[in-house]
């Protein structure tokens, strides 16, 4: 059901900017302050998600993946951040963009509400597109060292094998839910793959608040 919507992802603009080197600067840099935004509401959401796993192994599936999150949006962050020549307090100043912040507060809803399968269906998009987009990007490799180490970083083994783990999870639910429920699943997994087409088009077009926000 997600096919289409990966098809769109790594097709847009972005991505292929990225890969050939012909992102601009700005576009990059904002997405690198909005994802850290995201990360910060993302890692909050795979913890609740650990919180109602009744399976120990589960929950420390997402209680890393919140702990990855969180060192992503300290280490591999701040570092670009600063190649492309901004603070971190420029970022902290920058509003979260309407996309981003619907995305966050849609997953984070999910994740806070419960149940655990729920959640996981909310989250897991994010975590099986960025291993998609890496592996593909990673092929055509770009001219722009910035560009490439953000790839590199969704393309290597430890963020694949991490992925893998958490997709195991999903396979268990699937197997465990009835087909009611695995419609509902696809539905909100479906529905956070669209967000993530949208979080990267508004860094293409460097959205901002119309009105009432600075």
Not at 42 to 68: C, N, Q, T
Not at 135 to 152: K, M
Request: net charge negative; hydrophobic share 45%; aromatic share 12%.
């Amino acid at each position: 059901a997600a096919e289409p919507l990966f098809e769109a992802i790594i097709a847009h603009p972005f991505l292929t900017g990225l890969a050939d080197g012909t992102l601009p600067e700005g576009s990059f840099g904002y997405f690198l302050i909005q994802d850290g935004h995201y990360l910060r509401d993302y890692a909050r959401s795979l913890a609740f998600i650990a919180g109602y796993a009744h399976d120990p192994a589960e929950a420390s599936v997402f209680l890393g993946a919140a702990s990855r999150a969180v060192a992503a949006e300290q280490g591999m962050h701040g570092e670009l951040l600063a190649q492309c020549g901004i603070t971190a307090a420029e970022a902290a100043a920058t509003p979260f963009s309407p996309s981003g912040e619907l995305y966050a507060r849609t997953v984070l809803s999910r994740a806070a509400e419960g149940p655990f399968a729920d959640g996981v269906a909310a989250v897991i998009g994010c975590l099986w597109i960025y291993r998609e987009v890496g592996n593909v990007l990673v092929e055509r490799g770009s001219p722009d060292p910035r560009y490439q180490r953000w790839i590199d970083s969704y393309s290597g083994e430890s963020y694949g094998a991490a992925v893998e783990v958490a997709l195991d999870v999903v396979d268990r639910i699937g197997r465990d839910s009835t087909p009611a429920e695995r419609d509902r699943l696809k539905e909100i997994f479906v529905d956070t793959c669209r967000l993530e087409w949208m979080f990267w088009d508004a860094a293409w077009r460097r959205e901002s608040w119309p009105v009432g926000r600075a």
